[in-house]
């Protein structure tokens, strides 16, 4: 069989004058080897001249029209159909439009065995179109990047196909609008390239109904009637590119649908970081099982899904941005920005730009425009924390886009509208402001509509062992230290002590334990110094000096193991047994033991060395 002389013309400019036969890696299907080519051979001294990308285009469609036209009328594809890449259960094999029976398929080193389309082996047909392979590895779930390319140009639809596949795609084709909502409406997953004239509908007007289908997708548009308008209409619309049909369409075709991708990664990245922390911000992951807690936690979900402003009470360190985060993440508008301000870390000469933003110029330095964090927060929460640290003469604007939901930039004139949820917090009587002429009381009835209290630690039953657990935990993940736990001295330690940092100063201490201490146990040695001694200061309560046990706890064992005279022990027995328990307690630390048993270390050298030293009694013998 032959070829026209012009594809011959055509094939023979796309390879470098000199160099073998590129039939195979040219044509998007295997092509019968040219016969009789009459290229000529170049002198020695001429060098070699690669084909540009305008003469290899316009080459491989010359080629593609001449191979297609010399086909039997019975063995055409029929315009429209649909050209899909064999490969459910391996790699893809390269397929064109249908070519004679007796033609081998020719396909990549990487695929599978293919059969000829003409045996229908391996391929299966639609019943609407005979010629079209509807083996889509989308739907297998195979863990490959899918394109969709929507132009009813055969020639370069076919073109871009192989392109892309070449890249490692895996690409399907549709001829008119109505095929390509088909393959959206089956599931693809992807992304598509739509011609914006197609001969059934205007591809405008099918962006809208497949970002509604998959959100995923990311659309290009592509035309060979471009203008600045149909892009603005496209990208309004949800598409994500806008690419001319100029001759370098497949390079630009090619970067487009790499960003794309790109693009998508991205957002499913940023997608599982905002579900990750959606989920760590709930009421049901904060740490607390007293009854106190329990009972916030059942009067915050009354206005989890409400708009009206929260305002939340407590000490310093009782929790208080969590709780507005776990507002926030729990409620209608989780998908929007959460954003928390100090009123109290920032100076008073900025706040009002950190808060309603500013225009350019409109003071020393304001170089560009910059919105506060109420337009931050649009369709969000804002946190206030400290806010009756708010300086009085700002309280006025916070009351202002409360009432009318606009605020305005410093510098400008005119106010930009925000849909904002407020949540403030303040460890200060705010009340008592009022009264004093240092809070406006309009404002803090506007933001106190569910005042909340916090309670502090020390008022919660049982969440300090809870806590303790919980940040050892976290502290030995942090030092990849092996887990800790808390020696029962340590932990009465704790459970006495008042923290008037609530839990963020428990924390800190479990952190310190962790990092100073060695042994698997958490000693009151490993407790900071301040801790132990404040707690030794407490109205005493029947305990000893060091704070680590008390005496009315004693005196109960005491009941408990010696019921006659004669199972007391000696007293030199009990010392020796007290010194060995603090030196274990301890690891050997000797003026640690002795400033919790509340001895001088002149006196605990000498009775361990009267005992026989101090591995002697770490080894657990009798005192000598």
């Known amino acids: 069989m032959s070829v026209a002389p012009s594809a011959r013309s055509a094939h023979a ?60 009328e019975s ?45 229908g082996a391996g391929v299966s047909r639609r019943s609407s179109c005979p010629h079209s392979c509807t083996a889509s590895s989308w739907r297998t779930g195979l863990p490959e990047r899918h394109i969709l390319i929507i132009d009813d140009e055969p020639e370069l639809s076919n073109l871009l196909a192989y392109r892309l596949r070449k890249q490692g795609y895996s690409v399907v084709t549709a001829s008119d609008g109505a095929q390509g909502r088909h393959e959206v409406d089956e599931g693809f997953d992807g992304i598509v390239l739509l011609d914006l004239r197609l001969p059934d509908v205007d591809g405008l007007d099918l962006v809208e109904p497949f970002m509604r289908s998959n959100p995923d997708i990311r659309i290009i548009i592509m035309t060979a009637h471009g203008s600045v308008d149909a892009a603005v209409e496209a990208t309004r619309r949800g598409a994500y590119d806008f690419v001319e049909k100029s001759e370098d369409v497949s390079r630009r075709i090619a970067v487009a649908v790499k960003n794309a991708f790109d693009n998508r ?148 004139t005119t106010g930009r509208e925000v849909d904002v949820r407020i949540i403030s917090a303040t460890h200060r009587n705010l009340l008592e ?100 001694e404040a707690v030794r200061r407490l109205p005493a309560e029947g305990r000893d000096d060091s704070g680590a046990e008390p005496a009315q706890s004693v005196d109960h064992i005491f009941e408990m193991m010696f019921q006659t005279l004669e199972e007391l022990p000696s007293i030199e027995h009990l010392e020796a047994a007290l010194i060995t328990r603090a030196l274990k307690l301890t690891d050997g630390n000797i003026p640690q033991a002795a400033r919790a048993l509340g001895m001088s270390r002149p006196t605990i050298y000498r009775r361990i060395k009267d005992l026989g030293g101090k591995d002697h009694l770490l080894q657990g013998l009798e005192p000598s």
């Open 433 to 532: 402001m009022v009264h004093e002429k240092r809070f406006r009381d309009d404002l803090y009835y506007r933001l106190a509509v569910f005042p909340v209290h916090l309670p502090p630690l020390r008022e919660r039953t049982g969440d300090t062992a809870l806590l303790t657990s919980h940040f050892l935990e976290k502290a030995c993940h942090e030092e990849k230290k092996p887990l800790m736990t808390m020696s029962p001295a340590a932990m009465r330690i704790l459970e006495r002590y008042t923290f008037p940092g609530n839990v963020r100063e428990l924390e800190n201490i479990i952190s310190h334990a962790v990092v100073v201490g060695a042994g698997p146990l958490v000693s009151i040695s490993d407790i900071p110094l301040s801790v132990v």
């Open 265 to 412: 990664e991205m957002s499913s990245r940023v997608k599982e970081l905002q579900d990750q922390v959606t989920e760590k911000y709930q009421f049901g992951r904060i740490v607390a099982r007293s009854p106190e807690m329990q009972k916030l936690f059942e009067t915050l979900h009354h206005v989890r899904d409400s708009k009206v402003t929260v305002l939340l009470q407590g000490e310093s360190g009782t929790g208080k941005e969590l709780v507005a985060r776990a507002l926030h993440y729990e409620g209608p508008r989780h998908k929007g920005p959460f954003v928390a301000l100090n009123c109290a870390g920032i100076p008073e000469s900025l706040l009002e730009s950190e808060l309603f933003g500013h225009e350019r110029g409109a003071f020393t330095g304001a170089i560009a425009a910059k919105k506060g964090k109420f337009e931050v927060a649009d369709g969000g929460t804002i946190f206030l924390d400290e806010i009756g640290e708010m300086p009085f003469h700002l309280q006025a604007k916070i009351l202002r886009v409360i009432q009318e939901r606009r605020v305005e930039r410093v510098g400008s």
């Open 75 to 119: 063995e055409r594809a029929p315009s429209g159909c649909v050209v899909r890449s064999v490969a459910p259960a391996g790699p893809i094999a390269t397929i064109a439009p249908r070519a004679p029976a007796s033609w081998p398929i020719r396909v990549r080193a990487s695929a599978t065995t293919a059969t000829p389309s003409g045996s």
């Open 13 to 72: 400019a796309m390879r470098p004058i000199g160099s073998p036969s590129a039939a195979s890696t040219m044509a998007p299907c295997a092509v019968p080897r040219l016969q009789g080519s009459t290229r000529q051979r170049s002198s020695r001294s001429e060098r070699r001249r690669w084909p540009s990308n305008r003469e290899r285009t316009r080459s491989i469609i010359a080629l593609w029209r001449s191979v297609s036209s010399s086909w039997p």
